[in-house]
Nanobody, 124 residues
Framework: QVQLVESGGGLVQAGTSLRLSCAAS????????MGWFRQAPGKEREFVAV????????HYTDSVKGRFTISRDNAKNTVYLQMNSLTPEDTAVYYC?????????????????WGQGTQVTVSS
């Protein structure tokens, strides 16, 4: 079984930065497409960013382009989400997820494994 554990969340002020980490178990991490999703209270879980397994290509939802950066370190079985210029609209529980096929990577239902989530709260 693949287990994912997020860390790095917390309470920060608008305009500051935060880096989230997601540590994965197992030996197949380098073969997974790794995504970040977030869910605000009362809202559906939404796509944030993904980094592919093959060429480490990245894709972002429009609202975070230019502010967030996803990266991975296969030697450490870890994926990161660097979040800059945070706003209150970024407040949510952030989840990392792993996908195996490479298709429809913006769709949450395509992902096979999920972490427990880490809370990010941005105050004004």
């Amino acid at each position: 079984q693949v287990q994912l554990v997020e860390s790095g969340g917390g309470l920060v002020q608008a305009g500051t930065s935060l880096r989230l980490s997601c540590a994965a178990s197992g030996r197949a991490f380098s073969t997974y497409n790794m995504g970040w999703f977030r869910q605000a209270p009362g809202k559906e879980r939404e796509f944030v960013a993904v980094i592919t397994s093959r060429n480490h290509r990245t894709h972002y939802t429009d609202s975070v382009k230019g502010r967030f950066t996803i990266s991975r370190d296969n030697a450490k079985n870890t994926v990161y989400l660097q979040m800059n210029s945070l706003t209150p609209e970024d407040t949510a529980v952030y989840y990392c997820a792993a996908e195996t096929t490479g298709f429809n990577l913006r769709e949450k239902d395509q992902y096979n494994y999920w972490g427990q989530g880490t809370q990010v709260t941005v105050s004004s």
